[in-house]
């Protein structure tokens, strides 16, 4: 199973101060544990939201809405992408995370299998399955 854990934004990441090299090691060394023991899919932080965009839908119309976006807490400051075995072990993932204050989120990401019952002849994610291919292949 793959699981994101996502780093909720605070008033200090809005400010887009970047980590202090002791921070910054610290957060390395939380990352390469991760690697080695072979569960890290992906991390990233993200930029405040004063640089970033909302896209709203409505029907055919699209708006776009410019950052910065006042409530800190619905933001989301930066992410990991692990595997693990069950909920609890991504949450036993999380709880190692070397934040002196802030919170995180831990939410399962879809599988192919979790939509066997919307396709039931398997041919979508047959085809999801070739993209997600091609997309891996386009990172090397």
Do not use: C, H
Not at 41 to 51: C, V
Not at 52 to 73: L, M, W
Request: charged share 35%; no cysteine; proline share 4%.
């Amino acid at each position: 199973m793959r699981f994101m854990i996502l780093v909720k934004a605070n008033e200090e990441s809005e400010t887009g101060r970047l980590p202090t090299e002791e921070e910054l090691a610290e957060m390395q060394k939380f990352n390469e544990e991760l690697v080695n023991e072979g569960i890290m899919l992906a991390g990233e932080g993200l930029t405040a939201s004063s640089e970033g965009a909302r896209v709203k839908y409505d029907g055919d119309k699209r708006t776009v809405i410019d950052g910065p976006f006042p409530e800190t807490k619905e933001l989301v400051a930066g992410f990991w992408i692990i595997k693990a075995n069950s909920r609890d072990e991504a949450i036993a993932v999380a709880r190692r995370i070397p934040f002196r204050e802030g919170e995180a989120e831990i939410r399962k990401i879809f599988e192919d299998e979790d939509f066997a019952a919307s396709d039931p002849s398997g041919e979508l994610r047959k085809r999801e399955s070739e993209l997600r291919a091609r997309v891996a292949s386009q990172q090397q």
